[in-house]
């Protein structure tokens, strides 16, 4: 199935859940990510049982410290 | 009171435009802006800033200008090098427009003095290096309805977001809590390419400047993410104000403002990054 994560569009396998897609995306500090499913932000607690639609739009957001 | 010549002259690619003009740029000449980091993304804000004839402009830093500094924060020199980077960088902005008033304060902002330098300006600007004071300013600014820009830059990404309190989320509504010491990678650790502060903080002078004026849309409820890797700008929509946020939530949790242990950027307040 496709989804978009981040504003790309890719191909991965049905029923994939969003602890899945942080491992397969390879993000960094992967404790630390937001996560949004079609604008709705997910808890982290359901990461791992919450499974991907095919056509779902996911966000990652990342912590960013920097400004000096 | 009407503008000079000389004003006519210097604002003459303000006034041009539409969503500016004559009274757009009266606004931002009695508008007032602090800058919180005289660092990577306070420079190129504070420099178009003055340039755009803010009528007062704050700037707070406590450190001095490092050799380390210069590949990115713009507005030091060579010949800054161990100068109170609020003092180079005043010395920039009052050369670049002598019409504008520059406030100093060469001081780390905490819990017990945020609030009362905050209250005399009308936009803050988060150009700081660490969590816990991007924290920090999120919860004053929230509770004393003060409008801010937020901003983080690492490595060859940036992020912003503008935050008017009790209407668009704030920080915390998206990132709730302060990451534990060293979870997150410093600029220190991990770098960051000069040019990506330039990037970001001058769009969160455009931020200052478009809500001193009214001009367009702001940058609420959504984070503006870019990589320049990808050469890609992306917005990610933010979820509803104070949904179950600790501070700008109908009911808050946080109602007094805490110091966080302060670990800035490169962990160490003696050689900023
Ligand atoms: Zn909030």
Redesign the interface.
Same mark, same amino acid.
Do not use: C, I
């Given at each position: 199935m496709k989804i978009t994560v981040?504003?790309e569009t890719k191909e991965v396998k049905d029923g994939i859940t969003i602890s899945e897609l942080i491992e397969q995306e390879k993000v &960094?500090?992967p &404790? %630390?990510v !937001?996560v !949004?499913v079609n @604008? &709705? $932000?997910e808890k982290k607690e359901n990461f791992a049982a919450r499974q991907l639609k095919d056509g779902d739009v996911v @966000?990652f957001? %990342? $912590?960013? *410290? *920097?400004?000096? | 009171m009407p503008f000079t010549n000389d004003q006519l002259e210097r604002y003459s690619r303000h006034i041009i435009l539409k969503e500016i003009g004559v009274k757009g740029q009266k606004k931002l000449m009695n508008g007032s802006v602090l800058i919180i980091g005289a660092g990577g993304l306070g420079a190129p804000a504070a420099l178009y800033l003055a340039a755009a004839g803010v009528g007062k402009i704050g700037i707070v830093d406590a450190d001095v200008v490092d050799l380390s500094n210069l590949q990115r924060q713009v507005i030091h020199t060579t010949a800054d090098v161990g100068r109170p980077k609020v003092e180079s960088a005043a010395e920039k902005m009052k050369a670049i427009n002598p019409d504008i008033e520059v406030k100093t304060y060469q001081e780390f902002l905490a819990s017990d003095n945020i609030m009362d330098v905050i209250k005399d300006y009308d936009f803050v600007l988060d150009g700081t290096d660490n969590f816990p004071a991007k924290f920090l300013i999120n919860d004053a600014c929230v509770m004393a309805d003060k409008p801010f820009s937020h901003a983080g830059i690492l490595r060859f990404k940036g992020q912003l977001m503008t935050v008017i309190p009790h209407e668009s989320p704030c920080y915390r509504c998206v990132f709730k809590e302060m990451p534990p010491k060293n979870a997150i990678p410093s600029c220190k650790e991990a770098g960051v390419v000069g040019a990506m502060a330039g990037v970001i903080g001058s769009l969160q002078a455009l931020e200052a400047v478009k809500f001193l004026t009214g001009a367009g849309e702001l940058l609420t409820g959504k984070l503006l993410t870019f990589d320049a890797l990808t050469m890609s700008f992306h917005t990610v929509k933010l979820p509803p104000r104070g949904d179950g946020c600790a501070v700008c939530s109908d009911h808050p949790t946080i109602t007094k403002l805490v110091d966080y242990e302060q670990v800035a950027c490169d962990f160490d307040p003696k050689h900023p990054v």
């Open positions: 981040g504003g &960094e500090t &404790e %630390y !937001s !949004s @604008e &709705e $932000f @966000e957001l %990342y $912590f960013m *410290g *920097g400004g000096q | -």
